[in-house]
């Protein structure tokens, strides 16, 4: 297809990590070969570098490309892209096309330069286009395919595959025949394909406080919670300056790597598709693979101790000890439950009842009145929890739970990358009228937000908004104005279908 004389263009490079034949450089030289032989002057440059072309989300060229082109803010009259593949690997072929389309109905027609078809409309082309697309997103699985592989073979041989080491350990490399080179701090990565990686004990203090962790649920019996409070008010920071909690000690008295076990393949995200856990006939375990920190007796003690209180307590028991703690304390909350060397995690009565406030329910402990402050919170909480946990139930291929650091508040991640953040908002009645108040929460607020209301009492949902996001506190009456800057859920099934249509308007904006 050929262009009129000396019209503008914009060119979209994109190079990740795969072949000297698709850099930046190459690929600008192409299109640049191809503009002067079409008629088009390239007067704008989009780069994503350093991009895996999977998903939208992560590329900010293309993202930008995109909004200027929908927004009619672009000054050229074609987008020139090297070949299909730049444009990108999408699982789902139709994405690619759709954003193309995209371009295509706002007057910018997209002009592949190496390709040997003209991107004219033609059936040949089309066909040609349809078959590229596919042959890229199958690359893209093929490739995963390969690497997974490779991490496995290297797993087996006692060599970490990434993440961070975690409290008391520290990253070593190391030459492919074990000989150590250097000590890695955070952030550093190996620059040598045929260097590996390990693990070794970090500094005798963290060292000792994870063998600390170990002596107090053993010989002083204390609860996981009860530990990580005795460390905060010892002043001992966890990672990144942050206090410890339940997960924290959890994860170092039930990961095998600190009796020297490299663990692998516990978990799956392939190709940015939500993460899922692995059967354990799927771990790859290689023991003595790294300097032990606690002993495998020791470990194995405490796991039995971990699983005996509450693997072997009936759904009856594990209620009856609410009971016991209602009778004694009057109320209960989660800071009880925490607190409490008599009573498993409040993480338990969540897996077994489904929320806290269902186990509540179930000892007779639920209605209004008897919750205060504190509990009120704590119950919202737990009814985003039950949401959160709902959504996931709706949606088990499409949709899973994520959380910020592995630690924070969950947040929902659908298999296109697209993150949304869940926010509950409680009905207050300032006035004659029952408003809502919508607390922002401040590493969320670039996230395409589920605004979930409660009904007035707050004891159940009244509506679901889903909004391009929500950066700022604010109070809301029954049918705010500011609601219309997003779509309404009618009901939760069209969960995923208006997150594509609000998340394709976000990035268009």
Known sequence: ???????????????????????????????????????????????DAARSGVVLR???????????????????????????????????????????????????????????????????????????????????RELGVKVLDGQMRLARLGFKQGGVPGYGLRRMLVSPDRYPKQRLDFGQRKSIATDRVILIPGPPHEVQIVRD?????????????????????????????????????HG????????????????????????????????????????????????SEAQQILQGRTINQS???????????????????L???QNSLALPSPSTYRHRFGSLRRAYELVGYGRPSQFGPIDVRRRTQALREELVAQIVGMFPNDVAIVHKGGRWRSRLRLTNGSIVSVLVARSVRPCKTVRWRVNAVQH????????????????????????????RCIDISLNDVWLNRGLPLSDLSGFCKVVARVDTVRCAN
């Open 444 to 471: 969320e607020r670039g996230h395409v937000t589920l605004l979930a209301r409660l009904a007035e009492g707050n004891e159940s949902f009244l509506d679901f908004h889903m909004l391009p996001n929500i950066d």
């Open 315 to 333: 759904n009856g028991e594990l209620l009856n000890g609410l009971r016991e703690l209602l009778a004694s304390e009057g109320r209960l909350s």
């Open 335 to 337: 800071r009880l439950i």
């Open 58 to 140: 992560r590329r900010s060229g293309l993202r930008q490309l995109l909004k200027d082109v929908v927004g009619g803010n672009a000054d050229y009259r074609a987008v020139l892209v090297y070949d299909v593949s730049r444009w990108g690997r999408f699982q789902d072929s139709d994405e690619a096309a759709h954003y193309e389309f995209l371009c295509k109905s706002a007057g910018v027609p997209v002009h592949y330069c190496a390709e040997t078809f003209a991107n004219d409309g033609t059936l040949p082309s089309l066909i040609m286009k349809a078959l590229k697309r596919t042959m890229a997103g199958e690359y893209s």
């Open 252 to 299: 170092v008295l039930t990961h095998p790597k600190y009796t020297g076990c490299h663990i692998f393949n516990r978990t799956s995200c392939k190709l940015y598709t939500p993460t899922v856990r692995l059967p354990k006939s799927d771990w790859i375990l290689t023991p003595g693979a790294f300097e032990p920190i606690v002993d495998q007796a020791t470990y």
């Open 1 to 47: 297809m050929t262009a009129n004389l000396t019209a503008p263009a914009a060119q979209y490079l994109r190079m990740s990590t795969e072949h000297q034949q698709y850099s930046l450089d190459n690929q600008s030289m192409a299109i640049q070969h191809y503009a002067s032989t079409h008629g088009f002057t390239v007067m704008q440059t989009y780069t």
């Open 213 to 249: 962790i170990y002596r107090m649920l053993i010989s002083e019996k204390l609860t996981v919670h009860a530990i990580a409070r005795v460390l905060n008010q010892r002043g001992i920071e966890y990672a990144s300056d942050s206090p410890w909690d339940y997960q924290a000690v």
